[in-house]
């Protein structure tokens, strides 16, 4: 299920930012999230993306589809759109708005990882362990759960800002 760490993976998510671009609106921005964004650390190797669509996700989701992407996703917060050839994920992107984007949950911890080499290797070895005990990709998400609350809520407050639950679904 994980990964080594892919020195491919920051090009792979240059050819997600290309396509996403040329299938939506050209002036999005967008962004490497998820654990493949931290450099070195072990991951699945799914390209995690980060969107701000303006609030005009509607209006591209038609050409988004027709370029291979669908809705796949339960969370509830955003909508994220999935691209899987042959049936295997390869990218997943998250939509925000303007006003979700600069406290989006992913970015916070892409920024706060990168930055604070202990809690990656915590949210590595959470991610090592749940990998072990998981049965489907629900279970492993759930394993690393705690983890990712507990970082989360030091980035938080390092910038100031109140805890708030994590988990997006």
């Known amino acids: 299920m994980l990964?080594?760490?892919d020195p491919q993976w920051?090009?792979?998510?240059?050819e997600a930012r290309a396509a996403l671009r040329a299938a939506g609106n050209a002036a999005w921005?967008?962004?490497p999230i998820g654990s493949t964004a931290v450099p070195g650390m072990s991951a699945k190797p799914v390209i995690d993306i980060a969107v701000r669509s303006d609030g005009d996700f509607d209006d591209y989701r038609?050409?988004?589809e027709e370029a291979g992407w669908c809705v796949g996703s339960s969370?509830?917060?955003?909508?994220?759109?999935i691209f899987a050839p042959d049936g295997r994920r390869t990218r997943i992107a998250h939509f925000f708005t303007p006003s979700q984007w600069p406290l989006a949950h992913q970015r916070v911890l892409r920024d706060w990882l990168r930055t604070h080499p202990e809690d990656a290797a915590l949210y590595?070895?959470?991610?090592?362990d749940a990998a072990v005990s998981a049965t489907d990709r629900r279970s492993y998400n759930d394993g690393k759960t705690l983890v990712i609350q507990q970082i989360m809520d030091r980035a938080r407050a390092a910038r100031g800002?109140?805890?708030?639950i994590a988990f997006e679904k």
Do not use: D, G
């Not at 920051?10 to 240059?14: D, G, M, Q, R």
């Open 75 to 81: 969370v509830r917060t955003h909508p994220v759109m």
């Open 161 to 164: 800002l109140a805890s708030v």
């Open 3 to 5: 990964a080594p760490y």
């Open 29 to 31: 921005e967008i962004e």
């Open 62 to 64: 038609p050409l988004l």
């Open 124 to 128: 590595e070895q959470a991610k090592a």
């Open 10 to 14: 920051p090009s792979l998510f240059e």
